[in-house]
């Protein structure tokens, strides 16, 4: 299923807004975005540009998984079988994302957001950056681009993450950037793999896909995506990136990043540009959610049993994690804790919670907390260590920070009172009503 497959099976289930009115991409698209989120949007008029917009179409992890065909309660099993059983993809001899192969490279004829009031300038938020290494093969992840010309893009590069480590070895990278894909692309793209592992087996092993080669650079690109750019990155040419609104809603700080240089853009008839609202629902999902299935991963490997791990919205999905176990032993707690850190080294707090608590619903975790938690017995306290660069309040060079986890289950042996919510009964309202 491409993009535009997913976007008409949910116009067909009438969960698809349309605008037909005319939208500038200057704040007005954006605005109308986040007063409908989490509704998938679709604007068949932007000003300025030929092509659609389609906007928060992965906004939960109940759109991914309608996506991926299976249950929200499935994601985690299904992406870590998929990562430990990648595939690669068949790579096809033509590919729709190449239906248009632009002469002239023009990226003000592209749709491209001007998202909120302080940002630096228009950015691509949703493109998946693709690269080739002589020695480690393809890698794919998230780079946002702030245009800067017609053919230029300064691009955010974070440090020690495989593009980085490329474009210090290379001093530059051909790269193709595509815009407009399905989410086993994007979960793809947004998860933490081994050097030398292609995201696109990844992808594949999430949802069968096929791949063509790049018109003008050596890389293969997902072929039912909409947009593609193709053209190289330089380490040494720089432009200043930013602001920008970042996974916390806060606004990020300016840099002198890299600069990308596009010299082909190939496109589907007809193409639909991908919008991603920056520290948005959609966005949160695509960064947390594939946080969830490493921590599942490293707590069970710690002898704890964990049922499910919600990196949550309300921590930003990336600076908070609520990890729901079966205690078996007292310091099954203590344990998870430790292990969650490992699964997710840029988490700032976690809380380990019982079985009988729903970790998707806040007012159960945070009774949980008020009801089950003693601080001098059961809070860890991990002083200043290495954190995230998407905390404001780290510190602003080396991102130290304190973490904390907060293990908010029930003793096995209950003293005293009860730790258990009484039920009450269970009626069926339309009889009364």
């Known amino acids: 299923m491409s993009f535009r497959d997913y976007l008409k099976k949910i116009e067909g289930g009438n969960k698809l807004q349309k605008v037909s009115k005319t939208v500038s991409k200057r704040l007005e698209a954006s605005g109308v975005l986040k007063a409908l989120e989490p509704k998938p949007v679709l604007f068949e008029k932007i000003e300025g540009s030929a092509f659609k917009v389609a906007g928060n179409v992965f906004p939960t992890k109940d759109s991914v998984a309608e996506y991926l065909e299976c249950t929200a309660g499935e994601l985690i099993p299904r992406i870590s079988s998929a990562i430990k059983n990648m595939k690669p993809p068949e790579e096809a001899s033509k590919g729709a994302c190449q239906e248009v192969v632009e002469e002239t490279v023009d990226s003000d004829k592209l749709p491209i957001l001007f998202h909120c009031e302080h940002d630096g300038g228009n950015y691509v938020s949703s493109g998946v950056m693709i690269a080739r290494d002589a020695d480690y093969g393809q890698n794919m992840d998230f780079h946002r681009l702030m245009q800067i010309g017609k053919n230029k893009f300064s691009v955010r590069v974070v440090k020690e993450r495989h593009f980085d480590k490329f474009l210090k070895k290379n001093g530059q990278m051909d790269v193709a950037v595509c815009v407009g894909n399905g989410a086993n692309v994007l979960v793809a793209a947004a998860t933490s793999i081994e050097l030398g592992q292609d995201e696109l087996g990844l992808a594949n092993a999430l949802k069968q896909m096929s791949v063509v080669k790049a018109k003008s650079v050596d890389v293969n690109v997902p072929a039912e995506c909409e947009f593609v750019l193709e053209g190289t990155v330089a380490l040494e040419e720089k432009h200043a990136e930013g602001p920008f609104v970042d996974l916390t809603e806060t606004l990020d700080v300016v840099r002198q990043e890299p600069v990308f240089t596009v010299k082909k853009i190939t496109h589907r008839k007809d193409a639909v540009w991908q919008a991603l609202l920056p520290g948005a629902l959609e966005h949160k999902v695509l960064m947390g959610m594939p946080r969830e299935p490493t921590i599942f991963k490293k707590v069970n490997e710690a002898g704890v049993k964990c049922l499910d791990v919600n990196v949550n919205p309300g921590g930003c999905s990336w600076l908070h994690a609520i990890v729901k176990i079966k205690k078996q032993k007292e310091d099954d707690g203590k344990k998870a804790i430790y292990a969650a850190f490992e699964g997710h080294k840029s988490c700032k707090h976690i809380f380990i919670v019982d079985e009988d608590i729903g970790i998707y619903n806040p007012l159960d975790v945070e009774w949980a907390m008020a009801t089950r938690f003693q601080a001098d017995e059961k809070l860890v306290v991990k002083p200043r260590e290495k954190g995230s660069s998407l905390d404001p309040s780290a510190e602003p060079e ?26 009450f009964p269970k009626i069926d309202v339309k009889k009364y009503l």
């Open 398 to 423: 080396t991102h130290a920070t304190t973490k904390c986890g907060f293990d908010c289950t029930k003793p096995l042996v209950a003293k005293g009172k009860n730790f258990e919510k009484e039920q």
